[in-house]
């Protein structure tokens, strides 16, 4: 039985026959309409987070299997003390596999010791996000068709943003990646980050504060929002706050292929009017997440 | 030289770095012990300039593998007859559970009842720790 807690759980063979899966399921998605029937996925969601919890359940309705969960700790026994392997343990005699969002760090990984089926986090606070680490390969993938000779734009807040720590993780396996890294000097990426896998795996990568400086050499642009509070002093947020909000002017230096991905919800760091640019693909990968969790689903519960 | 009686029978805990051993001391309880325990401190030594040495007039049975993370370098000398029978080279535990707790608050360890605290060695030479769960970085000195 096989978890999945950690972004880098999966070998990079399992991830593309994970995403040759998703292909698969993208090309004839009636065939796979009742691969998860008899089946019932729990969604164990200890914070809200509608928009994830929405694409595990859509997922699992497609493949047509059963939802059942709780959307936040106070409408569940949790609030009544109830430990995690105990809950995990009783939904786990109900549902066939399991996916958990908690505000605690580790938490996934604790309930995956006591989970009698496969448990898939779904987010744990700070710390990871598989599932949205999987969308954003799986879309890489699906816009350029490969993972090598890439230059990858990372701009934002590169220091508290778990999505993007996960992201150089999982792209450091790959050869040919170079990282362009856009943030102001306060959101930097963390050092460990830099000296674990950047430069111990000798990974060109160079740290800008424009974004206009550097999305012209871009094939992936990320972003991800940048929060005022994360600024130590005023000065600096109103000098930069611009540089990472992407418009129109910015997008017309950039190379014709070039991708603009987001984990999202946005709030300003993307203009409205790039949502029309084919460039923009923030709502293809949210679909794309929906497919990558269904060939999850799929590996994890072994049905096919 | 400050001269210390060899010991009959017991342990001599060996080549702790300076200043540690009043911790290595009180971690071990020996404030508490009614045999005969001697701490001392600021001793010389050919390898480090200066070293702290315990002896424990007293077979202990005890889990001494904590001492490794304290100081991977300290030695424990097994004695009896007056002779050293056994000599245990200490190194840092692969693994660390229920010894020491995560600070990390946001950490599910903070908040989960009976959950033992573990931490999984990731760099022996810089005596790199992480907490299983929240991954965390830890030195022993923190």
């Known amino acids: 039985m096989k978890h999945l807690i950690d972004p880098m759980d999966f070998s990079v063979e399992e991830l593309e026959d994970l995403f040759e899966l998703a292909d698969e399921i993208i090309d004839r998605e009636d065939d796979f309409s009742q691969v998860c029937k008899n089946k019932i996925l729990a969604t164990l969601f200890y914070e809200p987070s509608t928009r994830t919890r929405l694409s595990f359940e859509a997922a699992m309705i497609r493949l047509g299997g059963q939802v059942i969960g709780f959307s936040s700790s106070t409408s569940s026994s949790v609030m009544k003390g109830e430990s995690i392997p105990d809950t995990v343990r009783t939904v786990g005699s109900y549902a066939d596999i399991i996916a958990m969002r908690h505000p605690k760090e580790g938490a996934p990984k604790y309930a995956s010791k006591y989970s009698p089926v496969p448990l898939i986090n779904a987010g744990d606070g700070g710390h990871q996000h598989p599932t949205q680490t999987l969308t954003d390969l799986f879309t890489i993938r699906k816009l350029k068709g490969k993972f090598s000779n890439l230059t990858i734009g990372l701009c934002g807040d590169l220091k508290f943003g778990r999505t993007v720590h996960s992201l150089i993780k999982a792209l450091s396996r790959y050869e040919n990646i170079k990282f362009i890294l856009i943030s102001p000097k306060e959101l930097q990426i963390p050092q460990y980050i830099k000296m674990e896998i950047l430069n111990y795996k000798n990974i060109p990568f160079v740290e800008v504060e424009k974004l206009e400086d550097a999305i012209h050499e871009l094939d992936i642009l990320y972003m991800t929002r940048v929060q005022r509070e994360r600024f130590f002093n005023e000065e600096d947020y109103i000098r930069l706050k611009d540089s990472y909000i992407l418009n129109k002017d910015k997008l017309k230096l950039a190379k014709d292929d070039l991708a603009v991905l987001h984990p999202l919800p946005r709030v300003n760091e993307i203009s409205y009017e790039v949502d029309n640019d084919p460039r923009a693909c923030y709502f293809k990968q949210v679909k794309y997440g929906m497919y990558v969790r269904m060939a999850l689903i799929i590996r994890l519960l072994e049905v096919m | ?142």
Not at chain 2, 93 to 109: A, S, W
């Open chain 2, 1 to 142: 030289m400050l001269y210390i009686d060899s010991i009959q029978r017991g342990i001599v805990i060996d080549h702790i770095k300076a200043g540690y051993g009043l911790s290595i001391f009180k971690y071990l309880k020996l404030d508490e012990a009614d045999y005969t325990v001697a701490l001392i401190m600021n001793a010389p030594s050919k390898k480090y300039g200066k070293k702290d040495l315990i002896k424990i007039e007293n077979t202990i049975d005890m889990d001494l593998t904590i001492l490794g993370l304290i100081d991977p370098n300290i030695t424990i000398n097994i004695i009896d007859d007056e002779k050293i029978v056994k000599k245990i080279k200490l190194s840092l535990p692969k693994k660390v559970e229920g010894l020491i707790k995560c600070k990390n608050p946001r950490c599910v360890t903070s908040e989960e009842r009976d959950i033992e605290h573990r931490f999984v060695l990731i760099d022996e030479d810089k005596g790199i720790y992480k907490c299983e769960y929240c991954e965390q970085i830890y030195t022993w000195e923190e």
